[in-house]
Structure formats: C-alpha cells, structure tokens
C-alpha cells in the first residue's frame, strides 16, 4: 500500500490484559519502526525491524513487550499484562532505509488501559 | 532523556505571521528532520538537513542547522490557519532510528 496502516485505531485493555497491535507498512519499505507517544509529545522509540529481523530493540521494555515482522504479514506489537502506564498512542512508521530517508508514520493506536 | 529540546512549547501567531520554533540536540547527528503532528493523526514528514548543511527551504519553510551549537530552527513564512499543528525536530544517529525533541504546538488565528 501506499500508506502505513495501523489497526486498530482504539483498542481499551483492563489491566492485566493483553493488548495486540498491527501495522502494514508501506510496501518495499524495508524498514519498519514503533514508537510510543505519550501525553501528546515526547515519541519515545520502541524497536526497529530491517525486513523480519529485529534491527534495534534497545527501546523495548523486555518483560512484557514484544514485537514481530513476519513474510507476508502485518508487523505486530504485543504487550502482556498492560499496566495503566502503558496508556499512550503507539505508531508504527516505515521507510526504505538508510540514512536520511524519509519515515512515513501511521495514524497510530491509541491504547487505553483502565 | 530528550535529545532534543523545543522552544517555544506553545506559539500563538495571527495568520500572515511568521513563526520560529527552535530545537537543540545533545549528540553528533547525521541529519535532524522536522515533522508535523495534526491533532489525533500521525507524523508528517517536512523537511529534512543533513548534518553538512548550514540552511534549507522547501516552500514557505526553512530550515537553519548550527551544528557547533547543536541546533535547529524552523520558519514558517506568512502562516495559515491550516499549520495549526504540533511541530517535532527529530535526530537521525544510527539505524534509521529517530530521537524526537518534545515538540512546539503552533496556533495561527485567522
């Protein structure tokens, strides 16, 4: 496609909860990035993936946060047991990679645990 | 902690106006990029200055990098109410990856 698409665009999770996220980036972007955006500002990065392969996840809480970009499938983002803090707007962005290259971000998930 | 720092955190301009928002960064860089956030949608991507570039226009925006001070300003010449908006500097380092500032919430009154 011609846009990243993220889904779904609003997803509640009672504490404790798994909540699962999707992003089909643009296609032959070869790079694909989460972000978690919380209170408006402040993007903190999650992971990066360079085609299925984990390229940086220095930004991903390990305990309960995970992520996949599998062939022929949405890349995902998975958190376990949400905690109340974990309530942030997540974006997925894709570019090809490469440095100053443009990222194309989604229109995000907004997740809310109550 | 940020990368980057933005100033002013909110701007309110009438239509016509220029607005200046600034950014600073903590780190080398290989190029520093400025998106837009319409309210409730994702990143736009505006313009983006490599780290060898002292200045940069693209329409009515331009863009001014100081490396030895490690910062960035935006202009937007003669504003719309349609760039009403939230406005990130983000650095490049490695990987593609993005370092976002916290961002300057532009208003422009009609």
């Known amino acids: 496609g011609e846009e990243v698409a993220q889904t779904p665009k609003h997803l509640v999770r009672g504490e404790g909860q798994k909540a699962k996220l999707y992003c089909a980036p643009i296609k032959g972007h070869s790079y694909v990035f989460w972000y978690q955006q919380v209170l408006k500002n402040e993007f903190k990065f999650l992971i990066s993936f360079q085609n299925e392969n984990v390229f940086d996840e220095t930004g991903m809480p390990k305990e309960r946060f995970s992520a996949k970009c599998l062939p022929n499938s949405p890349c995902s983002l998975e958190i376990q047991a949400t905690k109340l803090e974990d309530s942030a707007v997540y974006f997925c962005a894709s570019n090809l990679g490469g440095f100053g290259t443009e990222a194309f971000f989604g229109q995000g998930t907004r997740l809310t645990v109550v | 902690s940020q990368q980057g720092e933005e100033d002013p955190q909110a701007l309110s301009i009438q239509e016509g106006e220029n607005a200046t928002m600034n950014c600073s960064y903590k780190t080398s860089i290989n190029n520093l990029q400025w998106y837009r956030q319409n309210s409730g949608r994702g990143l736009v991507h505006l313009i983006l200055i490599r780290s060898n570039e002292r200045e940069k226009h693209s329409g009515r925006l331009r863009v001014t990098l100081d490396t030895s001070k490690k910062s960035s300003s935006l202009l937007i010449t003669a504003s719309r109410a349609a760039d009403t908006a939230s406005y990130f500097c983000?650095?490049?380092?490695?990987?593609?990856?993005?370092?976002f500032g916290e961002g300057t919430q532009l208003t422009v009154n009609p």
């Open positions: 983000a650095t490049e380092t490695s990987g593609s990856r993005l370092t």
